[in-house]
């Protein structure tokens, strides 16, 4: 079965950084397109950041110059560098991958990590 577990969420104040990660698990061949989502309360989730297989990256405008995504495609894990955190970058933040499994195939979600900044 395919997983993809976060992690490094947390409370920071204004101006703070965070690192998230995310590992897929199972029985996988590879990866492909991995990313971050973010959703806050009362708002529809969007996204914040994705990179594909070979590296190549997209950002939310609002996010650009302060977040970093990053791939081991060895460990099918991708993380989030996020720098100059601001109040409005509060939200759940979820995990998702284009997986190529043994057994299974698909589009994944992780459970989804809390992120507070207080201002």
């Known amino acids: 079965q395919v997983q993809l577990v976060e992690s490094g969420g947390g409370l920071v104040q204004a101006g703070g950084s965070l690192r998230l990660s995310c590992a897929a698990s199972?029985?996988?061949?590879?990866?492909?397109?991995m990313g971050w989502y973010r959703q806050a309360p009362g708002k529809q989730r969007e996204l914040v950041a994705r990179?594909?297989?070979?590296?190549?990256?997209n950002y939310a405008d609002s996010v650009k110059g302060r977040f970093t995504i990053s791939r081991d495609n060895a460990k099918n894990t991708v993380y989030l560098q996020m720098n100059s955190l601001k109040s409005e970058d509060t939200a759940v933040y979820y995990c998702?991958?284009?997986?190529?499994?043994?057994?299974?195939?698909?589009?994944?979600w992780g459970q989804g990590t809390q992120v507070t900044v207080s201002s």
């Open positions: 990179i594909t297989r070979g590296g190549s990256t």
């Open positions: 199972g029985s996988i061949f590879s990866t492909n397109a």
């Open positions: 998702n991958a284009q997986v190529l499994g043994v057994y299974e195939s698909g589009d994944y």
